[in-house]
């Protein structure tokens, strides 16, 4: 395993500098023409780039928003901030200012200039970011949105009250580079070098796979930049060759934030299916192995063997037939078999000792969508084990399929009835699961039950 992810991170390694050395020939060749440095006036074009990047860096700041909630740490959350930054920055300091066709002012110049700055700065502060969880997620994401809004709003502000008397141009259309300016543009270019190092150190050391997308989103982001550096003209009326290495960088970007939320949601499942299966074996297993050591015990101790040996083979029975239950769990609720034959495989598990018959009936042309698969077995799965542990009932019947147009997943049986599922009982319990996970894919879940005279549970799929 050591050794595979050492080759997994040699082989990012290249790929970065061959990345590093492309754009590297590039800008060099970009800087010693003094003709390639020249800038296209595409007021609309420039609009449209700055629009995309909004967009982009919205969605980025939304998923990585989304990773903290589910991960709680500090890194997802400055990530989050930043990119929250640059896209509130950019929509209210490039955009919105010329979206009439007016010129962009200085004030709004240098507060999409210090925006910048400051979502580079917590970008480049992620990678060092410490790795402990936090608790109050929510509260955290609430606060620290209620913080950059304040500080976008102050910066308007000062910006609106002091007289920079700095601009990119002067009124006869020649350009000039004031010092301030450059040295803004020099602090982006080394806040980008800093967060690719970072996180090219972070991926090296921990392997997750965002560190290297966003290590080669600020690549690109430190080629834009000193692109920016060396370009006489800014202005929202001109496009640059920097504004499309920005517009790709974000790109990168967001496969990056995608890729890692969906990791993220993967490993949420897996600890949930583990947490319900400790649950499944704690209640059961546990429960019939310590049966097992209890006979064994009266055995020892000089329980007559005909007493002793019934009971002893029914708890090994039914221990076997848990332990059954729990691998089949995990292994048919994976998506290593198709949905049917897994479901179908865990009735006739489930029904193998004759204690209950279950019939199964499933439409094969109803279209069930990958999520909606693996939540409606473990809907049917949890709905049989009520059916078997707690209702007393001979059989059961599923019934997979489309009603009056609808998608239903339908469980009844003739055992006892639910008086009150709100009561504590492992029952009640089973019907929260269910219903949560029915939430999951954005069913509806019902159930119709009297005492004695069975239960039925209906589940009607979305769409």
């Given at each position: 395993?050591?050794?595979?992810s050492?080759?997994t991170?040699?082989?990012?390694?290249?790929?970065?500098?061959?990345?590093?050395?492309?754009?590297?020939?590039?800008?060099?060749?970009?800087?010693?023409?003094?003709?390639?440095?020249?800038?296209?006036?595409?007021?609309?074009?420039?609009l449209?780039?700055d629009t995309t990047?909004?967009?982009?860096?919205?969605?980025?700041?939304?998923?990585?928003?989304?990773?903290?909630?589910?991960?709680?740490?500090?890194?997802?959350?400055l990530?989050?901030?930043?990119?929250?930054?640059a896209?509130?920055?950019?929509?209210?300091?490039?955009?919105?200012?010329?979206?009439?066709g007016?010129?962009?002012?200085p004030v709004?110049?240098?507060?999409?200039?210090?925006?910048?700055?400051?979502?580079?700065?917590?970008?480049?502060?992620?990678?060092?970011?410490?790795?402990?969880?936090?608790?109050?997620?929510?509260?955290?994401?609430?606060?620290t949105?209620?913080?950059?809004?304040?500080?976008?709003i102050?910066?308007?502000?000062?910006?609106?009250?002091?007289?920079?008397g700095?601009?990119?141009f002067?009124?006869?259309?020649?350009a000039?580079?004031?010092?301030e300016?450059?040295?803004?543009?020099?602090?982006?270019?080394?806040?980008?070098?800093?967060?690719?190092v970072?996180?090219?150190?972070r991926?090296?050391?921990?392997?997750?796979?965002?560190?290297?997308w966003?290590?080669?989103?600020?690549?690109?982001?430190?080629?834009?930049?000193?692109?920016?550096?060396?370009?006489?003209?800014?202005?929202?009326?001109?496009?640059?060759?920097?504004?499309?290495?920005?517009?790709?960088a974000y790109?990168?970007?967001?496969?990056?934030?995608?890729?890692?939320?969906s990791?993220?949601e993967?490993?949420?499942?897996?600890?949930e299916?583990?947490?319900?299966?400790?649950?499944?074996?704690?209640d059961?297993?546990?429960?019939?192995?310590?049966?097992v050591?209890?006979?064994?015990?009266?055995?020892?101790?000089?329980?007559?063997?005909?007493?002793?040996?019934p009971?002893?083979?029914?708890?090994?029975?039914?221990?076997?037939?848990?332990?059954?239950?729990?691998?089949?769990?995990?292994?048919?609720?994976?998506?290593?078999?198709?949905?049917?034959?897994?479901?179908?495989?865990?009735?006739?598990?489930?029904?193998?000792?004759?204690?209950?018959?279950?019939e199964?009936d499933?439409?094969?042309?109803?279209?069930?969508?990958?999520?909606?698969q693996?939540?409606?077995?473990?809907?049917?799965?949890?709905?049989?084990?009520?059916?078997?542990?707690?209702?007393?009932?001979?059989?059961a019947d599923?019934?997979?399929?489309?009603?009056?147009?609808?998608?239903?997943?339908?469980?009844?049986?003739?055992?006892?009835?639910?008086?009150?599922?709100s009561?504590?009982?492992?029952?009640?319990?089973?019907?929260?699961?269910m219903r949560?996970?029915?939430?999951?894919?954005?069913?509806?879940?019902?159930?119709?039950?009297?005492?004695?005279?069975?239960?039925?549970?209906?589940?009607?799929?979305?769409?």
């Amino acid at each position: 395993m050591q050794r595979r992810s050492k080759d997994t991170f040699e082989s990012w390694l290249v790929g970065e500098l061959l990345l590093v050395v492309l754009l590297a020939v590039a800008t060099a060749i970009f800087f010693s023409s003094e003709s390639l440095r020249s800038t296209y006036e595409l007021p609309e074009g420039r609009l449209v780039l700055d629009t995309t990047v909004v967009l982009a860096a919205t969605i980025v700041a939304v998923l990585a928003g989304i990773r903290f909630s589910v991960e709680g740490r500090p890194l997802d959350l400055l990530l989050a901030a930043g990119f929250s930054v640059a896209a509130a920055g950019t929509l209210a300091f490039a955009v919105l200012p010329v979206i009439d066709g007016d010129p962009q002012g200085p004030v709004a110049a240098w507060g999409a200039i210090l925006a910048r700055v400051l979502a580079a700065t917590m970008i480049a502060l992620a990678p060092v970011a410490p790795g402990q969880r936090l608790a109050a997620r929510g509260r955290a994401l609430a606060l620290t949105g209620i913080v950059l809004l304040a500080t976008l709003i102050m910066l308007w502000i000062v910006l609106g009250e002091i007289d920079l008397g700095i601009t990119g141009f002067e009124e006869g259309g020649d350009a000039v580079r004031s010092f301030e300016l450059s040295v803004a543009l020099a602090a982006l270019s080394l806040l980008a070098l800093i967060a690719a190092v970072g996180f090219a150190l972070r991926y090296r050391s921990q392997r997750e796979d965002l560190d290297s997308w966003l290590a080669f989103g600020a690549t690109l982001t430190l080629f834009a930049e000193l692109h920016y550096v060396v370009t006489p003209d800014l202005s929202t009326d001109f496009v640059t060759q920097g504004d499309f290495l920005r517009v790709l960088a974000y790109g990168i970007l967001l496969v990056g934030v995608w890729r890692a939320i969906s990791f993220a949601e993967f490993g949420r499942a897996v600890a949930e299916e583990r947490a319900r299966v400790a649950r499944e074996i704690h209640d059961g297993l546990a429960q019939y192995l310590f049966a097992v050591s209890t006979h064994t015990s009266m055995l020892e101790a000089g329980t007559p063997l005909a007493e002793a040996l019934p009971k002893l083979k029914q708890a090994a029975q039914a221990a076997q037939q848990e332990a059954r239950f729990a691998v089949l769990a995990l292994s048919s609720a994976s998506g290593n078999a198709p949905f049917d034959a897994a479901l179908r495989r865990y009735v006739e598990f489930l029904t193998s000792d004759g204690v209950l018959d279950v019939e199964l009936d499933i439409d094969a042309d109803m279209q069930i969508a990958p999520d909606e698969q693996i939540e409606i077995f473990r809907i049917v799965q949890e709905g049989l084990a009520n059916v078997r542990k707690h209702a007393g009932a001979g059989r059961a019947d599923v019934n997979i399929g489309q009603r009056g147009g609808r998608r239903v997943v339908q469980i009844r049986d003739d055992g006892v009835g639910i008086e009150d599922e709100s009561n504590g009982a492992p029952a009640g319990q089973g019907l929260k699961n269910m219903r949560l996970r029915a939430d999951a894919i954005g069913a509806d879940l019902f159930v119709r039950s009297a005492p004695r005279r069975g239960t039925t549970v209906i589940v009607v799929l979305r769409g």
